[in-house]
């Protein structure tokens, strides 16, 4: 049966290798791009290099090193490419936010942001010392259903922020509780279907039965439907709940590899957004804005948010503005979060936008290629939930901002501001470090007898 | 999964190709866009360039701190105001601040070595200077002498086509309309409520009846023709003399000009015999001869644009009667007046006037450097010899004699042109002439004043009156202006200079 197996792992000769020196090679490159942008800020700007450079640079390449001696020593194994992309991304997107701190100087988001940072690389050195293998988190999948589901249900009780309920906010301190709600549901997501992927599969395959399918069948996708369509109501953040369905549809995809449930569960989800997107006047105005950018020009009214972001990009044209130097500022409001790649697309140009978005790529793709190479259904899934995230995110509102596909509040991946995505984001690439620790090792390490390994053959 | 990832692959190939799409395709479109900002706020990041008056800025920039960053100021703002115009955030701009835009603006490609390395950049080069044609004493001293009341001087220095002074009165300061903001737009709707017309430049956008000033025009036109051979030979005009094919008497305020010659007619400004002679000449002739001068171009720039000067193209015998003499449709800017006088005193060739010698660098360097053309050949030169001392005789026996400056050649020509429905309005008082100064190879300056004055009944002495006292002094400050150059010219020792005092 082994030698027919679809995914065969990865030569053992390669898998050797553990490629620590790689990463570190490109940590200190990406500390030195990082730090070198924070210099051409300042020299752009104000004509001298930024007195706490050095600071920042020291910081960064701390920050770095304390994750990497965590990787080198708890995870030996693990992919060389996603912490230092990580940590570039993260780089890049201090450097943009404290460039848009220069134009608010009342507002400054930048140190908040560093310390978030910091946060969310403790966290990650936690998550690799202390989860051992990832397996462990299987136990665990009707806790984080339970836990995503009150994090989710929290922030209805607080007061709506810009038009979304998606912030608890206590004191002057807030955070999104949906953003780590994302990783406990691609726990959950893993779990089950690495579990139910068979009966899944089984039905599927009768077509007849798929006309009438049975509510044991229908009843996870049919719960998580409700769910991201109650989020959208609830929140009216149509973003997160894009997210989780997505996710969900992947996983479903991967786990039975049945098109059958791609159809139906798209068939959901249009329903679901043309009905709210019609009823809800908060959705229903994003939809317009992106059907008809420039309509407030037109009416007179002034560019609105996503004219100007389309500008700001336009104004970068093929090499950008060169840091310091775009009005990306002109967005105004959330300039600095949800539409951070406006400012990078001016400064950075098309040829700066299209380097973010490939690292954004081969995140993604390691952790496919990682969900690849691993032979337990529980850690595939994990991966391929865990990389989807990012990809989904990024997509959603890369394509928002740029005028692709209507526009939703959501955070891009490390480089925008805000503390919950930040950490969030740094526990994901913990996990897919350590999940591919496991998959590159060279002997599985959770390999004792007891582990659940189930039909192994059949997944895709 | 190999199928999840291709999906990923697809989302990342469509976020690439978007972004070509935003940032690549529609990138022109979006740049142009009026509601972008950016234009606008790149063309005020930098100082503007200055213009120059007398090697002085009379323009300056106020960094705010804003959007729209530097906003124009004004050293003198209501003297130069129909040199400079104003450079607006709000309103735009006019005048030299808007012909002379790319140097000042810093947009010209003339302003850097390399063609292209300021787009490959994307930076702007600082703003150049503008360095104008106009002298500060002869500016100053029109303005004070229009004394707010409604008027407009135009001085030339005729062998070079210079315009020396160029005053519109009354004036505003430009200064008020840069920026953005209540103060500004109240400022803007003041200025063009206010029943004077501040903004009105009357030296080159407005046309005013000349009056007899335009008899050097008709005299120039008649001896050209041939129909006048001896100035001092009488001209059979007779006394009144009635409008062909009508009954209408045209009366003389002067004396004596029955028969007279053209030269008195000249120096009394007899209607009767430039009229006759305007009718001799014809239509066809006298067409031909106002274009020589400059009427009926709609095209002149100095690079300012200049209102058209009127001379009716078609007419009956009768009103080219009396359009030969400055009246019925026959309009004239004071630029256009100037441009008379100067044809007379440079021989009748007409220098292209121009307010800009040159533009620089914000370093000095050389951008562009006006280059000495002739703009038209008014009349022939032994015409132009004998116009001049008509117009001599004039200041110094005739209706001009308050415009004389002693130890000087003045030729001159006075006007009283009436206006409004029935000649109710408030009348204008003209004054055209020229000065040389004794032993100079040529003439230092030409110059016409228009003033409204409410004593300006009577023809000519009303001219002289109001009009020449102004001329007289600019002409005095020309020619001492000249003496000095030549004085520093011979002696180049500071400390030197010999003091002429008029």
């Excluded at chain 1, 007195?51 to 693990?78: C, F, I, K, M, N």
């Excluded at chain 2, 979006?30 to 007398?54: Q, S």
Aim: net charge neutral; proline share 7%.
């Amino acid at each position: 049966m082994t030698a027919t197996r679809a995914d065969a792992p990865p030569p053992p000769a390669l898998r050797l290798h553990k490629r620590r020196g790689v990463e570190l090679s490109l940590l200190v490159c990406a500390v030195l791009i990082s730090v070198y942008g924070y210099i051409d800020v300042g020299l752009a700007r104000n004509g001298a290099v930024p007195p706490d450079a050095a600071a920042y640079g020291a910081g960064l390449g701390l920050l770095a090193l304390l994750a990497h001696l965590a990787v080198r020593l708890r995870a030996p194994y693990a992919d060389p490419l996603l912490l230092p992309i990580a940590v570039l991304l993260n780089g890049l997107g201090l450097v943009l936010i404290y460039r848009l701190d220069l134009e608010t100087p009342a507002d400054r988001a930048a140190p908040a942001q560093l310390i978030w940072s910091t946060l969310g690389v403790a966290l990650f050195i936690a998550v690799i010392i202390a989860l051992i293998d990832h397996r462990a988190l299987q136990g665990y999948a009707y806790v984080s259903v339970a836990a995503a589901l009150l994090l989710l249900l929290t922030p209805i009780f607080f007061p709506a922020v810009n038009g979304a309920k998606i912030w608890i906010r206590v004191g002057g301190f807030s955070f999104q509780p949906g953003e780590f709600a994302k990783i406990l549901l691609a726990v959950f997501f893993a779990a089950y279907l690495a579990a139910n992927h068979n009966a899944l599969a089984y039905t599927g395959r009768r077509v007849w039965r798929m006309q009438f399918p049975t509510g044991r069948v229908l009843g996870p996708v049919v719960a998580v439907w409700l769910l991201s369509v109650g989020v959208l109501v609830l929140e009216r953040d149509l973003g997160t709940s894009l997210l989780f369905f997505g996710l969900f549809v992947i996983l479903l995809y991967v786990a039975t590899g049945r098109t059958g449930w791609v159809a139906v569960g798209l068939l959901l989800a249009g329903a679901g957004a043309f009905v709210v997107g019609g009823l809800e006047p908060h959705v229903n105005g994003r939809v317009e804005d992106w059907l008809h950018p420039f309509a407030s020009i037109e009416a007179g009214q002034g560019p609105g948010q996503l004219a100007q972001s389309l500008f700001a990009f336009a104004a970068g044209g093929m090499l950008g503005t060169g840091l310091g130097l775009g009005d990306s500022i002109l967005i105004g409001f959330a300039a600095k979060s949800d539409f951070i790649l406006a400012t990078a697309g001016e400064e950075l140009g098309l040829a700066g936008l299209t380097a973010i978005f490939l690292l954004y790529a081969l995140l993604v793709a390691r952790g496919f290629s990682t969900g690849l190479a691993l032979r337990d259904p529980f850690g595939r899934l994990l991966a391929t939930g865990l990389a989807s995230i990012p990809a989904l995110q990024v997509f959603v509102i890369a394509g928002g901002v740029m005028g692709l596909i209507p526009l939703t509040g959501m955070a891009m991946p490390f480089l925008a501001q805000g503390g919950s995505s930040v950490v969030t984001n740094w526990i994901i690439v913990a996990l897919l470090i350590r999940v591919s620790d496991s998959a590159r090792a060279p002997e599985p390490r959770g390999a004792e007898p007891g582990a659940i390994v189930p039909v192994t053959e059949e997944v895709r | 999964m190999r199928h999840a990832a291709a999906l990923c692959l697809l989302l990342l190939a469509a976020l690439l190709v978007n972004a070509a799409r935003v940032q690549v395709l529609d990138a022109p479109s979006l740049d142009k866009n009026p509601a972008n900002r950016r234009t606008v706020m790149a063309r005020y990041a930098e100082p503007r360039g200055d213009i120059l008056v007398d090697g002085r800025p009379v323009t300056g920039s106020r960094d705010t701190g804003q959007q729209l960053r530097h906003e124009r100021t004004y050293t003198e703002g209501p003297l130069y105001a129909p040199v400079t115009g104003h450079a607006s955030q709000t309103y735009g701009t006019t005048l030299l601040e808007s012909t002379e835009d790319p140097v000042l603006s810093g947009a010209s490609p003339l302003l850097t070595l390399f063609p292209f390395w300021h787009d490959l950049s994307r930076t702007r080069a600082p703003g150049g200077d503008v360095v104008t044609t106009i002298r500060e004493p002869l500016q100053r001293l029109a303005y004070d002498g229009l004394a707010g009341r409604r008027g407009a001087v135009a001085a030339i220095e005729p062998s070079s086509g210079r315009i020396l002074a160029l005053v519109s009165s009354p004036s505003y300061d430009p200064g008020l309309l840069s920026g953005t903001g209540s103060e500004v737009t109240g400022a803007w709707a003041r200025l063009n409520a206010a029943p004077d017309k501040p903004m009105l430049n009357r030296a080159i956008r407005q046309t005013y009846p000349p009056g007899s000033t335009f008899k050097i025009v008709t005299a120039a036109a008649a001896m050209d023709a041939g129909i006048v051979t001896d100035v001092d030979a009488p001209t059979d005009a007779p006394e009144p003399y009635v409008l062909p094919g009508t009954r209408t008497v045209l009366p003389n305020e002067a004396t004596g000009c029955d028969n007279a010659s053209l030269a008195y007619a000249i120096r009394w400004s007899c209607n009767t015999v430039l009229a006759q002679l305007g009718v001799k000449v014809g239509l066809a002739g006298m067409l031909d001869a106002v274009a020589r001068f400059g009427f009926n171009d709609g095209s002149l720039r100095i690079p300012t644009a200049v209102a058209r000067s009127n001379f009716d193209t078609e007419l009956t015998v009768d009103r080219l009667a009396l359009s030969a003499i400055g009246q019925y449709d026959t309009t004239a800017t004071p630029l256009q007046m100037a441009m008379v006088a100067a044809a007379v005193a440079n021989g009748g060739e007409i220098a292209y006037p121009h307010l800009v010698e040159r533009t620089t660098t914000s370093d000095g360097d050389p951008v562009t450097q006006h280059v000495r053309r002739t703009y038209q050949h008014a009349m022939r030169p032994p015409t132009a010899l004998r116009l001049q001392q008509l117009m001599v005789d004039v200041v110094e026996g005739g209706s001009g004699s308050n415009a004389a400056i002693p130890g000087a050649r003045i030729g001159g020509k006075t006007g009283t042109a009436q206006h409004g429905v029935g000649n109710v309005g408030t009348p204008y008082a003209w004054f055209i002439g020229w000065a040389q100064a004794e032993g100079s190879g040529r003439p230092a300056i030409a110059v016409a004043v228009v003033v409204e004055d409410a004593s300006a009944k009577r023809e000519d002495i009303s001219g002289a009156g109001s009009a020449a006292p102004i001329a007289r002094s600019v002409m005095e400050a020309a020619l001492l202006d000249e003496a000095r150059d030549e004085a520093r010219h011979l002696a180049p020792r500071k400390g030197t200079v010999p003091s002429i005092r008029p």
